[in-house]
Each structure stands twice: as C-alpha cells, then as structure tokens.
C-alpha cells in the first residue's frame, strides 16, 4: 500500500545513455502482444500489465481508501489483488534491464490513468507515453517516434471518476441493504440507468388503450390509400435511428378515427362517391451519408441488427482491435484521418466511382465528442473481407463487415430519392398515398437506411379513380415498448449518462444485480430493480436524476480538459450534496425496512388480457412448455403459448373447440400437400388477428408443414418460410369482407 501524489513527468525522445537491454513497451491488453511483437520484432520488449494493477485500498473509514480533508483528497493505492501484485513484480523486474520505459496503454482517460499507475509503481523519474489508434506497422511507429509526457488532467478525470463511484457505492449501498430483498448496490450511474427502464416499465403498466379505426381504400390502377385528415404534405426526411428495432416496425395506417360510427361514414363516402386525384406531391431529395461508428452507434446498430449486446459487441470489438483490423473501439468522435479518408476515395474511384463526391463529406460529433479521436474505422479499407472470414468466427466477421460499410457509406455520395404522395378524394374525404423511387443509391449501396416506403404508379391530377374494395380495421393503442439494450445505450447517450466506456458495463450490472431481466430483447427491472428504484426516488432523488447525472459527467470532462481542480470539485459535491442527502436518506430507510421481505413479485409481461387491456404476470409453471404461463390479475384470465400458431391464445372448451375446428376455406392452396387453406382466427396482443393455415388438422401434425401458415399484414398474407401470398399474381389477397365477423380486421365491401 502506498500514499501517492499526482506529479507532472518529463519525456524523453531519445534513450537514456548508457543504458543497457531494450526498450520496453508496456501494453494493456494481453491480445495485443502477439500483434505488436509481429510489427516491431526482437528490437522491443514488450509486455501487458492486464489492465488495472492498482486500485484504491480498503482502509481507512468505511474502507474508502481516501481522506476527504478540507479541499484535498488523499488517496492511498495499492495492488488489485493477486493478479496486480504478480503484474507488478514482473514490469518492475523487466524495468531493471530495459534501456527504457515507454508506455502505451490506451488513448483514452481510462488508459491514461492505468499508465499513470504504471509509471508509479515502477517508481519512473522519466516517461514515454504513446498512443496508437490502430496497430498497424506505421502507427505504431509513428507513435513510438513521437512521445509525449502523461496528461495529468485526464489522470485527474480518471482518479476523480474510481474516487467518486467509490464514494457512492460504498456510502450509498447499504442503504438498500435494509431492503432486505437482495439488493445489492447502488450506483452513480447505474442507479440513474435503472430509473430510465423502470419509468418506462411504469408508463406501460399505467397506460390505458384506446380503440381506433384505421380507413383504406385500394384502386385497380394499383395502389393503397389510407384516410387523410389533412394537414402538413410536405415530404420530409427521417433521421437514421441506428437503435431503431425491426421488430417495433409498424405498419401504415390512416389518420386515426375514433368512432365505429365515423370509420362505417367514410368507407359509405368511399363506396357512393366517384374517386378522383386531388393533388400530386413530390420532390427529389438528398440523403445524406451516415456517420462513421463511435462506441455508441456501434453498440446500437449491433444490437439492432446483430441481436448482440452491448458487453458482447465491446468484446468482439476488443478482439478485431487486437489484431489490428480496426481502430480502438472507445471513441465518441466520428472524425477520420486525412489518409485514411484518402484511401477509402482512392477505393471508390477504383470499385465505385459513380459514388464518390467531390469534397469531403464532414460528419458533426456529439459536444462532448474529443476530436482527437478517430471514429471506429477498419485500419485498411482495401483488405478482401474474404481474407478475414477463414480467421473470424461469424459474429466477429458479421462487426467487421459492418463497420466497414458503415466507414465507406460515410464517404460516399448522397443517396437521391424521389418522394410522392397523391391525395386522392371521393365526396368530402380524403385518401393519401405515399411512395418514394431511389434514383441513386449513392451511400445506401453499403448502407440501407432510405425506408420502405415503395413506388406509386404514374397519375395525372384530376383523373378518375377505379375503386377495388374499402374497409376498416379496429385497432388499439399500444403502450411505448420496453428498451431493448441497444435503445438504452442511445437514451443513456443522448441524457449525458455515462461515456463510451460505461455504457455496456452500467447495463452488463443492472443484469447480474438482477435489477434487469431481458424478456424478448427487451429489458423488463424486476421487482428487486423496482424496490431499489422507488426507494432511490424517495432517498437520494438526485442520484436517480438523469440531468444531475449528466452535470456530473460535464464536471468529469472539465477535470479532463483542465479547467477545474478535481479535489476541489470532489470536496464541494460531497460536503454540499450528498453527505447531507446520505444524513437525510437514513430518515427513509424505515418505511421500506418495516416491510416483511416478500416472495418475489411476478414478472409483468406486455401482452394485454383480451377481456380487460391490463397487462398479463408471468406464472412460472413446469407443466407447460415455455416454463411460464399468463395470468390477468383484474379478471384471472389466463393464456398459454401456441407452438402452432406462434402466439398467445386463451384455453378453450371441447365445444368451442369443434365448433371452430375448421375455417372457412380459401381458393389458396396449402404450399406443401395442395389442399385449400382455411382462414383462422386467433388474439394476439390481446387483438384479434387472421392467418391462412391448411385445412387438413391431421396434416398440420406433421413436421413438414411446420411454417405452412400466413399471417395478415397490410399487403395480404405473408409467410416467414414461404413469403407472400399470390405474389405470381398480384402479390397482393383483397380483405375478406363477410368471413370471420368477431375477427377485427379490415372490413367493407368490394366495389
């Protein structure tokens, strides 16, 4: 154990005269060594410290490891466990036969601070600092050319910031240790991130549905239109929402009608009264290329389209950054080097030079953004990605092909879109269309972001439309959806919590505390984060604050740039903040205290009981296959699982069950035996749906029509194994009208 004060250090370019040996590099990460020795051969030695090898003691009042004395910190280090002790022991040992020290531990605070520790313990009077953003021959040589001293200011961010978390989890957790319901921390920002998911876990319990009637009409000339209230025809553009689930995607609909009576008005109106087009509306419009990855974008879009969290996607990262295939994966700017940007134009002109614009295209950071870094980018663009797929496996090869699409679609030309929507009417309603034409895929050749909206046929202002059918769907609304891990690492971006280091270890707790559960990719706090978090609001409401949260991280970046004193700041914030919120926390504790620990509350899930809208608990059952089953805690409804339909369905009787054993058949075959599909109707969501499956019950048994089913989306019937419906027709099956009257699909009559 050692006292330790922070000390500027000196560098030297040279080596130090009369030394004898090699000079030795010291690493972080043991991956990196075999990368490293490959580049600079037997003229280096070169070792890893692990990471950490130093950490603040468990001495002193409440085993802190720091003083707080007036406007002074005094911190005291010592080895972090076995493993640092061991580390030490060999750097020192090397130390005494190197010709020199050089550290290169990484470039952020963090790696800042570990090579600070380094410096220490090895007790160095002179230090070389170096930093590399990707480890390749020419930046490792280049940075090893080009030394620097250590900045102490991001040394004094990092310190602040393990003092400070320090501060808080010690001090602040055993206050939810009276909760006795295993809790077992709290956290500066992990108590703020938890806060978000139960807010909104709260927002959906209290949500109250409302019934709605979205319009359509369809007309022979080949094209969908929903009912228009009027209002704003101006096309505009979406942002890329790199967080963005494909399964939240919903469907097109009509401005919304509130009554049966007034959806019955308009398809009457759409029936009696000729159609016409009213007004054609379009232009040709630039979209611009996304930016390059930072931490948070690429944890995002992993999640989003890899299905990975956020800890899993930092480990592959991890792994492509060792071995020298892309830049360091922590970084929060989307700046690239001038050489780099060059080599991706000189790749455009030779593969794609339709695609390559004129200037430059510069891509704005976030305001916290150190632009010293560079985006996460592959270190050669030109490098086959069919040369790596023997030495990756197929999670590692799938982020590396994605972070080198994204890094050449942000070089390239906007993509041109031809937006149109037709405002058609018949009497006094209106009906709206939309479709969009790519003109030039420009970026959207390695980076589809454009929408889905498709292509409307040629029409002419006042012509005369041909109606096939009109109708109306029943729907609800539906509560906002639970975050999946990648939409909280964006939230926690976007509200200033956190920086691109913490995102995925802050969520990575929440799930080992058992604060969080993901149910369907989606993040669900247990009654344990609950508990934590209601008692958090009511003892330490700042600390759940997102805004005071973020003040916190700004004063951290201050640290760093060097425009304010760490102590100072560390100090003040204690003595005016949170020692005093701590004396006022005690005063909470026996409100939830008092409470007889109870078994575990059951979990809510987010299908609504079909009688009542309320939110169904999960029962846990060995009885039934998916371990669980629904129960509604207003009405006692219960539903179970369905492997056959996919679904939750309500248990029915024998005589319900014979009586719609069979739908009504269809003039569509079944892919597999040719016999005519049945429609069937079916809730889920606590909504009535419709699918088309075969109409021999003995054949669906077999496992060769496993998947023979389509499901009803706007266009027709879709199957996930088979695809659409009739799509060597029309691609395209009308609405029933008279099948299936308790089924709340699109209903009219055909023209």
Same mark, same amino acid.
């Given at each position: 154990?050692?006292?330790?004060?922070?000390?500027?250090?000196?560098?030297?370019?040279?080596?130090?005269?009369?030394?004898?040996?090699?000079?030795?590099?010291?690493?972080?990460?043991?991956?990196?060594?075999?990368?490293? #020795?490959?580049?600079?051969?037997?003229?280096?030695?070169?070792?890893?410290?692990?990471?950490?090898?130093?950490?603040?003691?468990?001495?002193?009042?409440?085993?802190?490891?720091?003083?707080?004395?007036?406007?002074?910190?005094?911190?005291?280090?010592?080895?972090?466990?076995?493993?640092?002790?061991?580390?030490?022991?060999?750097?020192?040992?090397?130390?005494?036969?190197?010709?020199?020290?050089?550290?290169?531990?990484?470039?952020?605070?963090?790696?800042?601070?570990?090579?600070?520790?380094?410096?220490?313990?090895?007790?160095?009077?002179?230090?070389?600092?170096?930093?590399?953003?990707?480890?390749?021959?020419?930046?490792?040589?280049?940075?090893?050319?080009?030394?620097?001293?250590?900045?102490?200011?991001?040394?004094?961010?990092?310190?602040?910031?393990?003092?400070?978390?320090?501060?808080?989890?010690?001090?602040?957790? $055993?206050?939810?240790?009276?909760?006795?319901?295993?809790?077992?921390?709290?956290?500066?920002?992990?108590?703020?991130?938890?806060?978000?998911?139960?807010?909104?876990?709260?927002?959906? &319990?209290?949500?109250?549905?409302?019934?709605?009637?979205?319009?359509?009409?369809?007309?022979?000339?080949?094209?969908?239109?929903?009912?228009?209230?009027?209002?704003?025809? *101006?096309?505009?553009?979406?942002?890329?929402?790199?967080?963005?689930?494909?399964?939240?995607?919903?469907?097109?609909?009509?401005?919304?009608?509130?009554?049966?009576?007034?959806?019955?008005?308009?398809?009457?109106?759409?029936?009696?009264?000729?159609? #016409?087009?009213?007004?054609?509306?379009?232009?040709?419009?630039?979209?611009?290329?996304?930016? $390059?990855?930072?931490?948070?974008?690429?944890?995002?879009?992993?999640?989003?389209?890899?299905?990975?969290? $956020?800890?899993?996607?930092?480990?592959?990262?991890?792994?492509?950054?060792?071995?020298?295939?892309?830049?360091?994966?922590?970084?929060?700017?989307?700046?690239?080097?001038?050489?780099?940007?060059?080599?991706?134009?000189?790749?455009?002109?030779?593969?794609?030079?339709?695609?390559?614009?004129?200037?430059?295209?510069?891509?704005?950071?976030?305001?916290?953004?150190?632009?010293?870094?560079?985006?996460?980018?592959? *270190?050669?663009?030109? #490098?086959?990605?069919?040369?790596?797929?023997?030495?990756?496996?197929?999670?590692?090869?799938?982020?590396?092909?994605?972070?080198?699409?994204?890094?050449?679609?942000?070089?390239?030309?906007?993509?041109?879109?031809?937006? *149109?929507?037709?405002?058609?009417?018949?009497?006094?309603?209106?009906?709206?269309?939309?479709?969009?034409?790519?003109?030039?895929?420009?970026?959207?050749?390695?980076?589809?972001?454009?929408?889905?909206?498709?292509?409307?046929?040629?029409?002419?202002?006042?012509?005369?439309?041909?109606?096939?059918?009109?109708?109306?769907?029943?729907?609800?609304?539906?509560?906002?959806?639970?975050?999946?891990?990648?939409?909280?690492?964006?939230?926690?971006?976007?509200?200033?919590?956190?920086?691109?280091?913490?995102?995925?270890?802050?969520?990575?707790?929440?799930?080992?505390?058992?604060?969080?559960?993901?149910?369907?990719?989606?993040?669900?706090?247990?009654?344990?984060?609950?508990?934590?978090?209601?008692?958090?609001? /009511?003892?330490? $409401?700042?600390?759940?604050?997102?805004?005071?949260?973020?003040?916190?991280?700004?004063?951290?970046?201050?640290?760093?740039?060097?425009?304010?004193?760490?102590?100072?700041?560390?100090?003040?914030?204690?003595?005016?903040?949170?020692?005093?919120?701590?004396?006022?926390?005690?005063?909470?504790?026996?409100?939830?205290?008092?409470?007889?620990? %109870?078994?575990?509350?059951?979990?809510?899930?987010?299908?609504?009981?079909?009688?009542?809208?309320?939110?169904?608990? /999960?029962?846990?059952?060995?009885?039934?296959?998916?371990?669980?089953?629904?129960?509604?805690?207003?009405?006692?409804?219960?539903?179970?699982?369905?492997?056959?339909?996919?679904?939750?369905?309500?248990?029915?009787?024998?005589?319900? /069950?014979?009586?719609?054993?069979?739908?009504?058949?269809?003039?569509?075959?079944?892919?597999?035996?040719?016999?005519?599909?049945?429609?069937?109707?079916?809730?889920?969501?606590?909504?009535?749906?419709?699918?088309?499956?075969?109409?021999?019950?003995?054949? #669906?048994?077999?496992?060769?029509?496993?998947?023979?089913?389509?499901?009803?989306? %706007?266009?027709?019937?879709?199957?996930?194994?088979?695809?659409?419906?009739?799509?060597?027709?029309?691609?395209?099956?009308?609405?029933?009208?008279?099948?299936?009257?308790?089924?709340?699909?699109? &209903?009219?009559?055909?023209?």
């Amino acid at each position: 154990m050692a006292t330790s004060t922070l000390k500027r250090s000196s560098s030297t370019t040279g080596h130090s005269k009369g030394s004898k040996g090699k000079p030795l590099i010291v690493i972080e990460a043991p991956g990196k060594l075999a990368k490293l #020795r490959h580049i600079l051969g037997d003229d280096y030695l070169i070792q890893a410290s692990g990471g950490h090898i130093r950490e603040l003691a468990n001495d002193g009042d409440e085993h802190l490891g720091f003083d707080l004395v007036g406007d002074h910190v005094q911190c005291r280090w010592e080895a972090r466990g076995s493993r640092g002790k061991q580390a030490i022991a060999q750097l020192r040992e090397a130390a005494k036969h190197a010709q020199n020290v050089i550290l290169a531990t990484d470039e952020d605070r963090e790696g800042e601070t570990i090579g600070w520790h380094i410096a220490q313990a090895l007790g160095l009077k002179t230090v070389q600092r170096i930093t590399y953003r990707e480890i390749t021959p020419a930046a490792v040589r280049s940075a090893i050319a080009h030394p620097r001293p250590i900045d102490l200011d991001l040394v004094h961010a990092g310190i602040c910031r393990s003092v400070l978390d320090k501060l808080v989890g010690y001090r602040g957790s $055993p206050l939810v240790w009276a909760l006795n319901n295993g809790a077992k921390s709290i956290g500066r920002v992990q108590s703020a991130t938890l806060h978000l998911v139960v807010e909104r876990e709260l927002q959906i &319990r209290n949500f109250k549905p409302q019934d709605y009637w979205s319009c359509c009409v369809d007309y022979k000339e080949g094209f969908r239109a929903f009912y228009y209230r009027g209002g704003s025809r *101006t096309p505009t553009e979406e942002p890329v929402d790199d967080a963005a689930d494909p399964a939240d995607k919903k469907a097109p609909e009509s401005d919304r009608v509130l009554s049966q009576a007034e959806a019955d008005r308009l398809i009457q109106v759409a029936e009696q009264y000729p159609h #016409r087009v009213v007004s054609i509306e379009g232009k040709t419009v630039n979209r611009t290329s996304p930016a $390059p990855f930072t931490t948070s974008t690429l944890q995002q879009v992993a999640g989003s389209k890899l299905r990975l969290s $956020p800890e899993k996607t930092m480990q592959i990262a991890q792994g492509l950054y060792e071995k020298g295939i892309i830049t360091y994966h922590r970084s929060d700017s989307t700046y690239l080097s001038p050489e780099f940007v060059q080599s991706v134009r000189s790749w455009l002109s030779s593969h794609d030079p339709t695609n390559l614009p004129q200037k430059v295209t510069q891509h704005k950071s976030g305001k916290n953004a150190q632009e010293a870094h560079e985006a996460i980018r592959p *270190t050669d663009v030109h #490098r086959s990605s069919e040369s790596l797929k023997a030495e990756l496996d197929a999670d590692a090869f799938s982020l590396y092909v994605m972070i080198w699409k994204r890094t050449v679609a942000s070089l390239c030309q906007p993509a041109r879109i031809r937006q *149109t929507r037709i405002i058609t009417q018949s009497g006094d309603v209106q009906w709206q269309a939309r479709g969009q034409v790519v003109e030039f895929e420009g970026f959207a050749k390695y980076w589809r972001s454009l929408g889905q909206d498709g292509e409307l046929p040629i029409v002419q202002q006042g012509q005369s439309l041909n109606l096939e059918w009109a109708a109306h769907e029943k729907k609800q609304t539906q509560p906002p959806p639970r975050y999946s891990e990648a939409q909280l690492v964006a939230l926690m971006e976007r509200k200033g919590i956190g920086r691109p280091s913490t995102y995925a270890p802050t969520i990575a707790t929440l799930k080992q505390r058992d604060y969080v559960n993901v149910v369907k990719s989606k993040l669900q706090p247990t009654a344990v984060g609950e508990q934590v978090d209601r008692f958090l609001v /009511q003892a330490l $409401p700042k600390l759940v604050d997102v805004g005071f949260t973020a003040e916190m991280e700004d004063s951290l970046d201050q640290i760093a740039s060097g425009k304010l004193s760490w102590e100072q700041w560390l100090t003040r914030w204690n003595r005016d903040y949170f020692a005093p919120a701590l004396e006022q926390a005690q005063k909470v504790i026996p409100n939830y205290a008092s409470e007889a620990p %109870s078994k575990k509350t059951p979990d809510v899930s987010d299908i609504q009981c079909p009688q009542c809208q309320t939110l169904m608990i /999960q029962l846990p059952s060995k009885k039934v296959k998916k371990g669980f089953f629904l129960k509604c805690q207003s009405c006692e409804s219960v539903m179970f699982w369905s492997d056959r339909t996919r679904t939750w369905e309500s248990p029915r009787v024998k005589s319900e /069950q014979s009586e719609d054993a069979s739908g009504e058949l269809t003039e569509h075959a079944c892919p597999v035996c040719k016999k005519p599909l049945e429609e069937y109707g079916y809730q889920k969501d606590g909504q009535p749906k419709v699918m088309l499956r075969c109409s021999d019950a003995k054949a #669906r048994q077999q496992k060769k029509h496993e998947g023979a089913v389509y499901f009803q989306t %706007s266009n027709g019937f879709w199957s996930p194994k088979f695809g659409e419906l009739g799509s060597e027709q029309s691609g395209k099956v009308p609405v029933q009208t008279t099948k299936h009257k308790s089924v709340g699909k699109l &209903r009219g009559r055909k023209q």
